[in-house]
């Protein structure tokens, strides 16, 4: 990525590109092979390290999903 951190993503995903990077991670486009659908991965560094990001975090993913929920989209997370 333009951030300079390698973005590794599961064999269904392929690679598209570097969409933003920022304080608490980047993110990139790829495409789900199995589904068919474009998809953003964001990669969190040391996601867990302190307990104040872990909650800023977890708050971005409910947030997310509410709003993936909302407009019919499908919403997965991983730890990876």
């Known amino acids: 990525s ?3 951190t390698v973005f ?3 064999e269904k995903y392929e690679y ?3 969409i933003s990077h920022g304080a608490y991670g980047i993110v990139c ?3 789900n092979k199995q589904l068919k659908q474009k998809v953003a991965i964001k990669k969190v ?4 390290d302190d307990l104040v990001d872990a909650k800023r975090i977890l708050r971005e ?3 997310l999903s509410n709003l993936a929920n909302k407009n019919s989209s499908t919403m997965r997370i ?3």
């Open 2 to 4: 333009k951030s300079g």
């Open 61 to 63: 993913i409910k947030l």
């Open 29 to 31: 486009s790829a495409f």
């Open 45 to 48: 560094k040391d996601a867990y």
């Open 78 to 80: 991983s730890s990876r």
């Open 16 to 18: 598209v590109k570097h």
């Open 8 to 10: 590794v993503v599961d």
